[in-house]
């Protein structure tokens, strides 16, 4: 499923900060669990998380390391700050915010349902 | 089993890959390396689902999503990084800092006994308020041996070198003080503007460290000499700036910080400054992007058309040249400027590329250039018996004829290759090989002109 630039854009951040939450990790464990989260319906490009992981480490809501993997392998490892566990929390408020305000939607509205044609639900053409 | 040679490729594809990435500005080394290790566990993860290493590197590779992309991503992250910056060198390994380190330093403590120089004569008794003639013969002999010094440390010249440099400091040394100028005389005023020169070539076989038989080495000559100005001008324009506020806060507080200003922080300053700019200078050379180039490429087509509209304007009103005393330094500076603008655009072709436009200009700006010193010289021809021989004269007058010979000529082989005759390096070749002529002329300056003219 494609999901739209933006989106992805904005739900990066805690996305990623609550993955960290969980625990300490790195670049492609993290990916690998977002995949998990969404079974595989949010497809990142593996490169475009590490500029989003940059971020946060300049805004102060994770810490870097560099430390050696079981592998042998330099790694960096990412840690979240207690400035990003206020972040994720006020990220969840938001979030819960916008989810409750689309479910209200939702629920009043019948959409027509995903894979359907949607000329069907068009007039048919009468007396052709 | 497909172990080493497949490995050995993957390594080689991985190699590729890195260098690839590390080309972009936007993406550090420790972030190649940090998208390396994501890259390999990538590829082992594939690798292990039953993908040969070729296969997995491929879309480990595609995965990793477009380098365009990731690069401009990587940019909107760190948009200080499309800035080159000289000071922040520390992104890389440690090594190469430390080196840099001890260049700093030494650089800073070159340009600290530089400062120091330009006011020992001030312990024996010579004052730059007492006796400022003195400084000005001396300036270049007190500060140019330091920074001379500087390069032959960096370069390690051998001892033979260094004993010829010695002689070549001494010697000036000798001639800017063992003659009985005239006080603010011509030739004084031409010693004190020509030894600089003469000692500009010890400084560029310090500089060029070995390569000075090379085209290539004195061409780097001339692109350091070129930064140079214009880093030293920069850092002069903030030392006024410094001085005026100085003296603004300290006027505040009703002290005159004017003879402080005078007999310490200007020589002291552009003593020191020189150094700086030449550590400058060389600290940036890879860093960033060369400047003289660029105003070159600014000012030649404005020269030019200067030029085209002077010699226009004096065909059609049929104007001599009034040739008055000064005129001919006028042209002389015309000439000086000109080579400049053909050096350092030469300095900065690729000698391979084809001629184009530009070139077509350079050379318009060269033959108009000539054509207008010509008329000058003309009317200087005519009048000279007039005017007499006088040494800024017969100076002036010699640093034309070398200019032009070297102008005519350049102008020849520019011609040559715009025709597709010759390539660009013969013009290398034949300014980086004339360099000597103008030292010898100002060492004859030096030497010779002030017992011809009696001193005067």
Same mark, same amino acid.
Request: charged content about 20%; proline content about 4%.
């Given at each position: 499923?494609?999901?739209?630039?933006?989106?992805?854009?904005?739900?990066?951040?805690?996305?990623?900060?609550?993955?960290?939450?969980?625990?300490?990790?790195?670049?492609?464990?993290? /990916?690998?669990?977002?995949?998990?989260?969404?079974?595989?319906?949010?497809?990142?490009?593996?490169?475009? /998380?590490?500029?989003?992981?940059?971020?946060?480490?300049?805004?102060?809501?994770?810490?870097?390391?560099?430390?050696?993997?079981?592998?042998?392998?330099?790694?960096?490892?990412?840690?979240?700050?207690?400035?990003?566990?206020?972040?994720?929390?006020?990220?969840?408020?938001?979030?819960?915010?916008?989810?409750?305000?689309?479910?209200?939607?939702?629920?009043?509205?019948?959409?027509?349902?995903?894979?359907?044609?949607?000329?069907?639900?068009?007039?048919?053409?009468?007396?052709? | 089993?497909?172990?080493?040679?497949?490995?050995?490729?993957?390594?080689?594809?991985?190699?590729?890959?890195?260098?690839?990435?590390?080309?972009?500005?936007?993406?550090?080394?420790?972030?190649?390396?940090?998208?390396?290790?994501?890259?390999?566990?990538?590829?082992?993860?594939?690798?292990?689902? !039953?993908?040969?290493?070729?296969?997995?590197?491929?879309?480990?590779?595609?995965?990793?999503?477009?380098?365009?992309?990731?690069?401009?991503?990587?940019?909107?992250?760190? %948009?200080?990084?499309? #800035?080159?910056?000289?000071?922040?060198?520390?992104?890389?390994?440690?090594?190469?800092? %430390?080196?840099?380190?001890?260049?700093?330093?030494?650089?800073? !403590?070159?340009?600290?006994?530089?400062?120091?120089?330009?006011?020992?004569?001030?312990?024996?008794?010579?004052?730059?308020? &007492?006796?400022?003639?003195?400084?000005?013969?001396?300036?270049?002999?007190?500060?140019?041996?330091?920074?001379?010094?500087?390069?032959? #440390?960096?370069?390690?010249?051998? &001892?033979?070198?260094?004993?010829?440099?010695?002689?070549?400091?001494?010697?000036?040394?000798?001639?800017?003080?063992?003659?009985?100028?005239?006080?603010?005389?011509?030739?004084?005023?031409?010693?004190?503007?020509?030894?600089?020169?003469?000692? #500009?070539?010890?400084?560029?076989?310090?500089?060029?460290?070995?390569?000075?038989?090379?085209?290539?080495?004195?061409?780097?000559?001339?692109?350091?000499?070129?930064?140079?100005?214009? $880093?030293?001008?920069?850092?002069?324009?903030?030392?006024?700036?410094?001085?005026?506020?100085?003296?603004?806060?300290?006027?505040?507080?009703?002290?005159?910080?004017?003879?402080?200003?005078? %007999?310490?922080?200007?020589?002291?300053?552009?003593?020191?400054?020189?150094?700086?700019?030449?550590?400058?200078?060389?600290?940036?050379?890879?860093?960033?992007?060369?400047?003289?180039?660029?105003?070159?490429?600014?000012?030649?087509?404005?020269?030019?058309?200067?030029?085209?509209?002077?010699?226009?304007?004096?065909?059609?009103?049929?104007?001599?040249?009034?040739?008055?005393?000064?005129?001919?330094?006028?042209?002389?500076?015309?000439?000086?400027?000109?080579?400049?603008?053909?050096? $350092?655009?030469?300095?900065?072709?690729?000698?391979?590329?084809?001629?184009?436009? $530009?070139?077509?200009?350079?050379?318009?700006?060269?033959?108009?250039?000539?054509?207008?010193?010509?008329?000058?010289?003309?009317?200087?021809?005519?009048?000279? &018996?007039?005017?007499?021989?006088?040494?800024?004269?017969?100076?002036?007058?010699?640093?034309?004829?070398?200019?032009?010979?070297?102008?005519?000529?350049?102008?020849?082989?520019?011609?040559?290759?715009?025709?597709?005759?010759?390539?660009?390096?013969?013009?290398?070749?034949?300014?980086?090989?004339?360099?000597?002529?103008?030292?010898?002329?100002?060492?004859?300056?030096?030497?010779?002109?002030?017992?011809?003219?009696?001193?005067?």
């Amino acid at each position: 499923m494609e999901i739209n630039k933006d989106l992805i854009a904005a739900s990066s951040t805690p996305i990623v900060l609550a993955i960290l939450a969980e625990g300490d990790s790195y670049g492609y464990a993290i /990916l690998k669990r977002v995949r998990e989260l969404s079974g595989g319906r949010m497809e990142w490009t593996d490169g475009m /998380l590490y500029p989003v992981l940059h971020r946060l480490e300049r805004l102060g809501h994770a810490e870097a390391r560099w430390d050696v993997a079981e592998s042998g392998r330099r790694r960096k490892y990412y840690r979240i700050t207690s400035g990003g566990r206020a972040q994720l929390a006020e990220e969840h408020r938001q979030w819960q915010a916008v989810d409750a305000t689309l479910r209200g939607i939702w629920g009043v509205l019948t959409l027509p349902v995903p894979g359907s044609n949607p000329a069907s639900a068009a007039p048919l053409p009468q007396g052709a | 089993m497909p172990a080493p040679d497949h490995n050995d490729s993957l390594e080689e594809q991985i190699n590729q890959w890195r260098t690839y990435l590390g080309r972009r500005q936007a993406i550090h080394s420790v972030d190649v390396a940090e998208l390396e290790d994501h890259l390999r566990e990538q590829i082992a993860v594939l690798a292990d689902a !039953g993908l040969t290493t070729d296969e997995a590197f491929l879309v480990a590779v595609k995965r990793m999503g477009d380098p365009d992309a990731v690069s401009r991503e990587f940019a909107r992250e760190h %948009s200080e990084r499309l #800035w080159k910056q000289l000071v922040l060198s520390s992104s890389d390994t440690g090594e190469p800092l %430390s080196a840099a380190r001890t260049d700093a330093i030494a650089a800073f !403590g070159v340009a600290a006994s530089a400062a120091a120089a330009i006011k020992l004569p001030a312990l024996f008794g010579i004052g730059l308020d &007492t006796n400022p003639s003195f400084y000005v013969r001396n300036a270049s002999v007190l500060v140019l041996p330091l920074l001379t010094g500087y390069f032959a #440390w960096k370069r390690r010249l051998d &001892t033979g070198t260094l004993r010829w440099l010695a002689v070549a400091f001494a010697a000036a040394a000798v001639f800017a003080n063992v003659f009985p100028f005239t006080p603010r005389g011509h030739t004084e005023v031409l010693t004190a503007l020509h030894l600089p020169i003469a000692l #500009w070539l010890a400084l560029g076989i310090a500089y060029a460290g070995g390569r000075w038989s090379e085209v290539a080495g004195r061409m780097d000559f001339i692109r350091f000499s070129g930064e140079l100005v214009i $880093y030293y001008i920069l850092i002069a324009l903030g030392g006024g700036a410094l001085t005026a506020f100085m003296g603004m806060i300290f006027k505040a507080i009703g002290i005159d910080v004017e003879r402080f200003f005078a %007999s310490w922080l200007l020589p002291c300053g552009a003593a020191g400054g020189l150094v700086v700019a030449s550590w400058l200078v060389e600290a940036k050379q890879s860093v960033i992007e060369n400047m003289a180039p660029v105003l070159t490429r600014l000012f030649t087509p404005l020269f030019a058309a200067v030029l085209v509209a002077f010699l226009g304007t004096l065909v059609w009103t049929g104007r001599g040249v009034d040739i008055e005393r000064n005129a001919l330094i006028a042209f002389d500076v015309l000439l000086m400027v000109v080579l400049c603008l053909l050096l $350092y655009s030469i300095s900065a072709r690729d000698p391979r590329s084809s001629p184009g436009t $530009y070139d077509v200009l350079q050379v318009v700006l060269l033959v108009s250039a000539l054509l207008a010193d010509a008329v000058a010289l003309w009317a200087i021809a005519a009048r000279i &018996t007039e005017f007499g021989f006088t040494p800024n004269r017969v100076a002036a007058l010699g640093e034309n004829v070398i200019l032009l010979v070297n102008l005519a000529w350049s102008a020849g082989l520019y011609i040559r290759f715009l025709r597709g005759r010759a390539s660009l390096a013969v013009l290398e070749r034949w300014q980086t090989d004339y360099l000597p002529v103008y030292v010898v002329w100002a060492a004859i300056v030096v030497i010779v002109f002030p017992p011809l003219f009696r001193y005067v």
